[in-house]
């Protein structure tokens, strides 16, 4: 049986790069290189890549690019963008909780809900981040966003989410706050135009979760900031205000 972010995956790559979201792209990219000092002879793991828009404007710059995701949909776009721009990336079908790397990359990405925290437990979410610890080499970079649990704490997910889709909706939403997994229902609109309604499950994390869960994984020199829309800074405090936060840090 297919996970709803199979199914939310599986027919939708054409759409996700009309997304609001996906224009915050090269600014976003800016500070994973002003993490990486400018040195483009590092190599990069994109987790979770979707139709490769970090990868691919990583690879613009002259980063060695590896690109990882669940859906070959997303993957087959990913490699159509990638040949538009006229530059090479290594795409890969691949989940997140089951990588053949190890000890090999100098920076890991994991954007935009890329595989995290969408899982349905949260022991496959911790497998996601012990994994980017063991691909790294050491003192390897991991750059990611998560969903900020203390947003809907005081504000609405499903307000939020409707107020910027383009064409999905959420109909219903419930925050839990024992296991801070907001259960929605998501009537999602596929590429070729058809309505599907989908059951997501997604969780949500405080900032001294994300600490403690990165500290057992193996990394250290751990910052959380607001992930704000292509403007990512070491200036931006995470506040209630803030749907995701990103987090930079590096393996011991």
Known sequence: MKQWYEELFENSAKSYDK???VKGTR????????ELVS?????ILDIG?????HAIELAKRGYSVTAVDLSASQLNQARLNAAATDVT????????????????????????????????TDEMNFDILKNASRVLKQRGLFIFTTLNGLFP????????????QDHDSIKESTFDLMTFRDYSEYEHVDDDGNKHSIKCNERYYVPSE????????GFSEIDIYA???????????????????LVVTRKK
Not at 89 to 110: C, E, P, W
Not at 210 to 217: E, V
Request: charged letters at 25%; proline letters at 2%.
């Open 39 to 43: 040195d483009t002879s590092a190599t």
């Open 19 to 21: 997304e609001p979201f």
């Open 27 to 34: 600014g976003e990219v800016d500070f994973i290189e002003k």
């Open 210 to 217: 994300i600490t403690w869960l990165l500290k057992m994984a």
């Open 153 to 164: 704490l005081f504000h609405s997910v499903k307000y939020y989410m409707n107020e910027h």
């Open 49 to 53: 890549c979707g139709t490769g828009r």
């Open 227 to 245: 992930a704000e829309l292509g403007n990512w800074n070491r200036d931006k405090k995470l506040t209630t205000e803030d749907l995701e936060m």
């Open 89 to 120: 990336v290594q795409f890969a079908k691949a989940d997140a909780r089951h990588l053949d790397y190890s000890n090999q990359f100098d920076g890991v990405i994991m954007v935009c809900e890329g595989a995290f925290p969408l899982m349905e």
